[in-house]
């Protein structure tokens, strides 16, 4: 059993950048993708961006170009490098690993965007 714990949530002002963790308590070598989605209040979830294991990146078009995923294997840990924020992106992002037969989600940190 895989366990996905976030950090790095919080307030940030519209163009301000944050930088969210997901750290694995077992090895994400075996994930073949590994992910983020959001859920804003009121809406479905969707997906954010995601890596493959071999390092393929995929974007939602509402975040392309400002956000950054990246995974680093030896510290079990995928990253979210959230740049020029925006009012629009403020949600719940939860951390997604998945591997053949497994589906595996985080409890989610919250990311607030507003002045």
């Known amino acids: 059993q895989v366990q996905l714990v976030e950090s790095g949530g919080g307030l940030v002002q519209p163009g301000g950048s944050l930088r969210l963790s997901c750290a694995a308590s077992?090895?994400?070598?075996?994930?073949?993708?590994m992910g983020w989605y959001r859920q804003a209040p009121g809406k479905q979830r969707e997906l954010a961006a995601v890596i493959t294991s071999e390092g393929t990146t995929n974007y939602a078009d509402s975040v392309k170009g400002r956000f950054t995923i990246s995974r680093d294997n030896a510290k079990n840990t995928v990253y979210l490098q959230m740049n020029s924020l925006k009012p629009e992106d403020t949600a719940v992002y939860h951390c997604?690993?998945?591997?053949?037969?497994?589906?595996?989600w985080g409890q989610g940190t919250q990311v607030t965007v507003s002045s």
């Open positions: 997604n690993a998945v591997r053949p037969g497994r589906v595996y």
């Open positions: 077992g090895s994400i070598f075996s994930m073949n993708f």
